[in-house]
């Protein structure tokens, strides 16, 4: 019997058809599942923002920490807040890059509690056109999202700090590192606590791997007083990263803690 060959239609045409398939089968959703925005409730198309609400993603004001990016008063210079010259953190430095009281916020809620990650997929977006200077001159070798306790992963379904760094690192071409890091101990909910009872709470919470030498990028959903990502870049360090800095979507100003 005579071999049969398979015919495949060129990269150029699958992609576009593959395009062409996923943009119909966002119509035929919108059309069946209208999609609610974060924001202000009103009908638009996935993931996320209308159009009036998407403005509102704007990059926070200074003056600003030069270590850990939280707000500092009006008249003051650009330079280390209290806490950051009383005790550094292990990070290099953080990017906070909204407010998490604006639609970051509402985006990061409707992901982590209404069940639509993809909510975070305009996040990731946004994120990028507001890209800090500092990681555009010296680009880290691997960015690392931290990681949800397995059992709280499973409850939720999805990670978003993962979903945001994937976001992040397909179009900037940036290697993403999955499994270098992960959380060790199941830990409570940070939201409550104070300060001294948050570090506490994630002390030894992580444990990492495969990062020598490495230039790591932390990405988290959002930052409140650092303790988490203070604690996951001590881990880094300690199986010996060269550098960890930090990128959250979203900050939580000092006033609204």
């Keep these: 019997m005579p071999s049969t060959r398979s015919r495949t239609l060129p990269a150029p ?8 398939c996923r943009d119909l089968a966002r119509g035929l959703c919108a059309l069946v599942w209208p999609v609610a925005c974060c924001a202000c409730g009103s009908q638009t198309e996935p993931p996320g923002l209308c159009a009036d609400c998407a403005p ?3 990059a926070r004001p200074a003056p600003r920490c030069t270590i850990c990016d939280d707000r500092l008063p009006a008249e003051a210079p650009a330079h280390r807040c209290g806490r950051c010259l009383a005790r550094r953190p292990r990070y290099a430095r953080a990017w906070g890059l909204f407010d ?11 992901a982590k509690y209404g069940r639509q990650p993809a909510a975070l997929d305009a996040l990731s977006r946004a994120m990028i056109g507001h890209w800090p200077p500092g990681l555009d001159g010296e680009p880290p070798s691997l960015v690392i999202p931290i990681p949800l306790h397995i059992k709280r992963r499973a409850r939720r379904g999805h990670s978003p700090p993962l979903r945001i760094a994937a976001g992040l690192c397909r179009p900037l071409g940036l290697r993403l590192g999955r499994r270098h890091l992960r959380r060790v101990r199941d830990t409570p909910e940070q939201a409550g606590l104070d300060d001294s009872a948050r570090r506490r709470n994630v002390r030894g919470a992580f444990a990492a791997r495969r990062v020598a030498g490495h230039d790591v990028l932390l990405v988290d959903d959002a930052m409140t007083t650092g303790a988490t990502v203070d604690a996951a870049a001590d881990a880094l360090l300690r199986a010996g990263a060269h550098r960890v800095r930090v990128l959250c979507a979203a900050r939580v100003e000092r006033d609204a803690r």
């Design 13 to 20: 045409v699958r992609a576009l058809c593959g395009s062409l």
């Design 100 to 110: 998490y009281a604006g639609p970051a916020g509402d985006l990061i809620r409707a």
């Design 56 to 58: 509102g993603l704007r």
